[in-house]
């Protein structure tokens, strides 16, 4: 993914949530207050940064609680798999975040924007043994921001999907994450 059609996803998705949130003071946000909530989800990278050479896909969940309607608190892991398709290496990144969810009152569907600090863990190996020295792995502090929308499939589920830029502070690779999830209430 080239960078002018990652700011192309970035400028829809932007476009997407500021027209959401003008929508009619009526509608209501799938979020319930003081709820906790918890999404399995399946990812992709896109476009990941120097130095991995590939995108892959991963695993995660994420646990979260809405405080008010609009407001939530969410805490993540994601793992991606393998950033290099070379057989004898084995490159797997690891994400654990923090995050801030805004959801956004719109009819029918809920757009969400999201900014969290986390760790980022990038495991290099490879198979014999690398005796060059080179080692990308590494343990980073990161950011991410992004969006994504929430549609409310009954009492009990909903569906999300999400795109959010992961940004390391040094050696880890920096990519656009796109998951797709099942969010299930947690209930007494």
Do not use: C
Request: no cysteine.
């Amino acid at each position: 993914m080239t960078p002018e059609s990652v700011r192309n996803v970035v400028a829809v998705l932007f476009t997407t949530v500021l027209a959401a949130g003008a929508a009619p003071a009526s509608a209501q946000s799938v979020a319930e207050p003081r709820t906790w909530t918890v999404t399995p989800f399946i990812q992709t990278s896109l476009g990941v940064g120097r130095p991995a050479p590939n995108d892959s896909i991963g695993l995660g969940a994420a646990v979260a609680y809405d405080w008010t309607e609009n407001l939530g608190f969410e805490g993540e892991i994601g793992h991606l798999f393998d950033v290099d398709d070379t057989a004898d290496v084995d490159w797997s990144i690891t994400n654990f975040s923090a995050n801030v969810v805004y959801h956004f009152n719109v009819v029918r569907f809920t757009p969400y924007a999201t900014f969290g600090m986390g760790m980022e863990r990038s495991r290099y190996s490879v198979q014999p043994p690398d005796t060059l020295g080179f080692d990308p792995s590494a343990t980073e502090v990161a950011v991410n921001f992004g969006g994504g929308v929430k549609y409310l499939l009954n009492e009990r589920f909903i569906a999300r999907a999400d795109l959010r830029r992961f940004q390391a502070n040094d050696d880890a690779p920096d990519y656009w994450r796109l998951y797709g999830g099942i969010t299930f209430f947690i209930r007494r």
